[in-house]
Nanobody, 113 residues
Framework: QVQLRESGGGLVQPGGSLRLSCAAS????????IGWYRQAPGKERELVAS???????NYADFVKGRFTISRDNAKNTAYLQMNSLNPEDTAVYYCSRMAYGYWGQGTQVTVSA
């Protein structure tokens, strides 16, 4: 069955960095667009970044220049490199096989001094 497993979250100070990973299985990863989303307490889930099967990327305005999405098809894994983190980035981060409605369980990112 389709599985997406996020990892790499944690507690980081403002200005710090984290790299999230999304390990995929149960489908042909290389042919799927992957998205990273986040949901903060009391807020709607929002798209952070996406990457097509061809490697084209798209970013929400609030992370442009700070976050980088990438993929390694040989490892069936997508990544989200997050730099210059600020408290507003605190949320549960999810990866998704876009257009199919599959989600991972999420990984918590907390940015706090």
């Amino acid at each position: 069955q389709v599985q997406l497993r996020e990892s790499g979250g944690g507690l980081v100070q403002p200005g710090g960095s984290l790299r999230l990973s999304c390990a995929a299985s149960g489908f042909i990863f290389s042919t799927s667009a992957i998205g990273w989303y986040r949901q903060a307490p009391g807020k709607e889930r929002e798209l952070v970044a996406s990457i097509t099967r061809g490697g084209s990327t798209n970013y929400a305005d609030f992370v442009k220049g700070r976050f980088t999405i990438s993929r390694d098809n040989a490892k069936n894994t997508a990544y989200l490199q997050m730099n210059s983190l600020n408290p507003e980035d605190t949320a549960v981060y999810y990866c998704s096989r876009m257009a199919y409605g599959y989600w991972g369980q999420g990984t918590q990112v907390t940015v706090s001094a």
